[in-house]
């Protein structure tokens, strides 16, 4: 079975419906559920609207420490995702700015016993770091981590992706995990990217016919409210829908024209900004 978590807060209330939504849509055989922080938890009235797309929407109390981090919050994370996890369910932590627009992955993941992790990432000095924004893990080794781990040797600013990611390739090799790099010049295949905020040629259709994760918060704009992001997020689950509903698969073949998109990635053309070419998501 596929579970999907999501962590949200009062901040990100209208990203948590459009990262339901998107989830709801891309992997509609999965467990959805919404954990919220009872210290600053979204509206009712926004917990109403999780509930009625589907999604189980419940509080927790322990300590985040801002932006998912410390041993209090991971250990936190771990115990609400393994609470009815069998060892072969999939977990999967979704970050709220993060849409969820294909499934295919997760399906991949679980048509392979063998995968115990699948997450986007870099591969830098001889060591893989993990993105926080959306990945996947094997119901056991997600429990195996929330029993081993030593808490005591953990900062307090502890990054809960990057801490999740490096302790499962401790205990996991490498070659039973799937790290993908975010698309990139020398990752043209990549189904991993962010929006790319600066740009004004982008569009939604383009996203969603590429694309199966596209992360709408990195970078974020300081000056940008989160209705913006959550907007984009529900323009991509509207291409999308539209897309499944015309029968039109997700396009993977380097070789089609993507217009400025693939220029952009191929670095033939400079109507992305150059932040966005070289973008991590």
Known sequence: MIRIFIFSYSGDAAEA??????????????????????????????????????????????????NLRG????????????????????????????ALLDGGWLRWMEQRPWCQMYTSGDFANGDWRVFGCLYALRGWIARRLYREMDWSLLDDRAPEDWTIGREVLARVPAALCRIDEPWRKRSPWSIWTAWCWPSRTVSAESYAARFAVVITGSPRMSNQPASERARVMHLLADARERMLRE????????????????????????????????QSI
């Open 71 to 98: 041993p209090d919050c991971i250990r936190g994370m771990l115990s609400e995702m393994c609470r009815e996890a069998e060892d072969d369910d999939i977990l999967v932590k979704v970050d709220c700015d993060t």
């Open 17 to 66: 419906v459009a990262c339901v939504r998107c989830a709801r849509m891309a992997v509609p055989c999965a467990s959805v559920t919404v954990v919220d922080d009872a210290s600053s938890p979204v509206r009712e009235e926004t917990a109403v609207a999780l509930r009625s797309m589907g999604a189980e929407y419940v509080q927790s109390s322990w300590e985040r420490h801002g």
């Open 247 to 278: 029968g039109v698969a997700r396009e993977d073949d380097e070789a089609v024209d993507w217009g400025d998109l693939l220029a952009a990635c191929k670095g033939e053309a400079e109507s992305m900004q150059t932040p966005c070419t070289e």
